[in-house]
């Protein structure tokens, strides 16, 4: 499911809202048009509403606390529903990665695409789906996310990975962030703000959530897939949150991983959830990650170095 983080929420409480509010404000991305957008959808009946107008309903109720009824419980059920659609990781490297990452802004989401390409996948809000869903273009013949409104598309027959950890990495790339952000950024924060140590000093460790610490520990035995990307992603930014949360200048990451599956994977997504909290915290300044497998440290090492060096 699409909106497995929202699984949680089945039973909302009052209480859990500001954590649905944080977690909205990581997955979700206020389309451009939305003061008018939701000016149309909010007197609609929610069962008659399309996901992206879901979303925002849900963005602006939970924003504003303005909760009377069971609609909140009504669009997360619907939302619940709404099936995955990204396609597997690609095979290519992170020097691979990183150069279709810079050439992404030369590819144009000219209408005539829509012809020949089933999935399209927009690397401003994230999102990846069925061209069927694109109803828009401007005047440049671009067509336009039907999600946030930007036309930062790209299609399946672009040959460009679609799947989470790289739209998440060409999001930071393009600084499309909440806060904004720009590669010389993410060079500073790979050369100078994330270390990679092989021995864990004395320093206690925050608790790591038990639920997202056996998920973690699972994926060494099984390949992690696409669909697992961006679970990762969040689990690591949850942890290195509960350092902003207390304040602390540095977070501390100890890493014991017995195999040798996912070393890149894994290094990947530890960067980016790394570039993400150093990019939105305000305390939190320096990452530490302690891994105790020499292999996994050398790809993390190597993934940091290749951010760091690339101009
Ligand atoms: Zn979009």
Sequence with gaps: ??????????????????????????????????????????????????????????????????IKDGTLSLIIQRLLEVPQTNLPISDYSLEEILEEIKNLYQNRPDEEKLKHNNVAACYHCMNIFYVDKIKKVNQNHFCICPYCGRTKLYFDNDLIPMNYSFLFLAKLYYGVSSLGCDFLKLQTMAKKDIHVLSKQSVEELLPMDASFSSFLRSFQEKKIRSEDELPLIKGFYDYFHSYEEKGEYVATFSLSWDSNQNL????????????????????????????????????????????????
């Excluded at 890149?264 to 530490?288: A, D, G, V």
Aim: proline share 3%.
């Design 264 to 311: 890149f994977e894994l290094s990947f997504l530890l960067m980016l959830s790394s570039f993400t909290i150093l990019m939105n915290s305000f305390y939190l300044k320096k990452i530490q990650i302690f891994v105790s497998n020499p292999s996994l440290k050398k790809e993390l090492e190597s993934c940091l170095r290749q951010v760091a060096k690339l101009t």
């Design 1 to 66: 499911m699409k909106y497995w983080w929202l699984e949680k929420y089945q039973n909302l409480k009052v209480k859990m809202l500001p954590e649905l509010l944080s977690d909205l404000q990581f997955f979700f991305v206020v389309p451009k048009n939305a003061s008018k957008r939701y000016e149309e959808i909010r007197k609609l009946s929610v069962s008659s509403l399309e996901e992206e107008d879901l979303c925002l309903l849900l963005y602006r109720i939970v924003s504003s606390k303005n």
